[in-house]
């Protein structure tokens, strides 16, 4: 139902600025115009006119831009004021829209209310905040594709075969007296088969979205004095971490994002991991554990001039046992090594030197491959956590209908299941989606938007 409410709200950043936008969207949009500016501007043509308070005083000047509905960004009607973009006199407008009709926009309200109104589905709505949230260019990219409805036309390309197959079983399930036993029909499995490889095409591309939209959490974790703050000093290629000869310089945890061919790699140097009677130390290596939990991959650095890295399995022993684990022996430039990969039983090693640089573009190589990440091409598009889940969902009902036709002959289990996966595919665009997601979903927008 739509919302009877007028809202309002400052939609640029806090601080200063050359400009500032106050939007408000709404049926009190009219009575609003008539109160600041004397009147509606024109559909859609800017007018420098002067914003005025409730006692006739101008509170500042400058465009005025009226978007009638349906053909604004709401679906509503929508008002921007131009103005100076200070926070005080932002403030001051604001106060005299509010004071007209509206009330404060609460955090993603526009947008939510545009999804509500049928100008974008769920997923075009979630990325209007990832192309503001953008880290790369390459993410800028993804997020706009998926405005545009790259996404979702893939997914309700997908929920129509879905439908028509469902279609064709229940038909069949309503008519039990026709002659032809649909379970033998082999169309049925081909479908499937063919709606498991789509759905399966599309969560390796929206994996790679959500990889260019959030990245990975690699955490440098090591004995001290291993290189671990020269290392991320050589992966930021600048000299973000105190690097010293003393051991345990490092005691709090140190982040840095980096990119690698359009990933966003979120890089943590931690305390060196060893016993210590030093209170600040303790809490550093309490922190460093903290950190390696939450960890995508752990990069464990081994000082390259103590033999094959003595005692690594010790140290890694308070791990989670399923954590992905890259073993980099660092200082090469000491030994005579030569950098490389390499793999073996106790998995992937990587020879660098974080000193001269040797080996760390082999380093930032096996980082992209070890999360399946390859550059964004031309379809790549952003995706989040609750997309791919709705995908391994939907990929499972599919595939448990196929073996419950395979094994009991039951067209009932197969139309459910079928069900099931439209619900599951429809969360994507927010068909069928809880008022507690969505209310989880626009939470996180910021104010304005």
């Known amino acids: 139902m739509p919302d009877p409410d007028t809202i309002a709200a400052v939609a640029t950043p806090p601080g200063r600025g050359g400009i500032g936008i106050v939007r408000a969207s709404g049926a009190g949009v009219r009575a609003i115009a008539e109160r600041l500016l004397g009147g509606l501007p024109p559909p859609r043509r800017a007018r420098h006119t002067r914003f005025r308070g409730a006692a006739g005083e101008t509170l500042d000047e400058g465009l005025a831009l009226y978007f009638p509905a349906p053909a604004s960004f709401t679906g509503e009607d929508v008002l921007e004021l131009h103005g100076h973009g200070g926070p005080v006199v932002m403030d001051l407008v604001l106060a005299a829209v509010l004071e007209a009709g509206a009330r404060p926009a609460r955090p993603g309200e526009f947008t939510q209310r545009a999804f509500l109104n049928g100008k974008l589905d769920l997923a075009q709505a979630e990325a209007v905040a990832d192309l503001i949230d953008s880290g790369s260019a390459a993410a800028a990219r993804g997020a706009l594709r998926s405005l545009q409805g790259a996404f979702s036309r893939e997914a309700d390309a997908i929920v129509d075969g879905v439908i028509r197959l469902r279609s064709f079983v229940e038909a069949a399930l309503d008519f039990p007296d026709e002659e032809v036993d649909f379970l033998e029909d082999a169309r049925i499995v081909s479908d499937l088969d063919a709606i498991i490889s789509k759905i399966e095409a599309l969560l390796s591309n929206a994996e790679q979205g959500r990889l260019l939209r959030e990245g990975m959490t690699v955490v440098l974790a090591g004995r001290p004095n291993a290189g671990k703050s020269s290392l991320l000093n050589a992966l930021s290629r600048r000299d ?43 809490e550093g290596v309490r922190r460093a554990h903290a950190e390696i939990a939450a960890a995508d991959r752990v990069l464990v650095v081994l000082d390259a001039t103590d033999g094959a890295g003595a005692g690594w399995r010790r140290l890694t022993e308070g791990f989670p046992p399923a954590l992905p684990l890259t073993l980099v022996h660092n200082k090469i430039d000491l030994t005579g090594a030569a950098p490389d990969v390499c793999e073996d039983g106790d998995g992937v090693h990587v020879r660098v030197s974080a000193l001269t640089g040797a080996g760390m573009d082999l380093l930032r190589a096996h980082l992209k491959q070890s999360m399946g990440f390859h ?7 952003t995706a989040r956590r609750r997309h791919l889940d709705a995908l391994r969902r939907a990929r499972a009902a599919v595939a448990a209908g196929r073996t419950a036709l395979s094994r ?21 665009t927010g068909e069928f989606t809880s008022e507690d997601l969505l209310g989880r979903i626009f939470a996180s927008f910021c104010i304005g938007k």
């Open 375 to 381: 550059p964004a091409g031309e379809g790549t598009f």
């Open 240 to 282: 973000r971490a105190i690097v010293s000869e003393v051991p345990g310089t490092t005691r709090d945890v140190l982040r840095e994002e980096i990119q690698i061919d359009g990933l966003p790699v979120h890089v943590v140097d931690t305390a060196g991991l060893r016993e210590s009677t030093d209170a600040v130390e303790s």
């Open 408 to 428: 009991t002959r039951s067209g009932e289990l197969l139309a459910e299941e079928l069900r099931a996966a439209q619900a599951a595919l429809s969360e994507i």
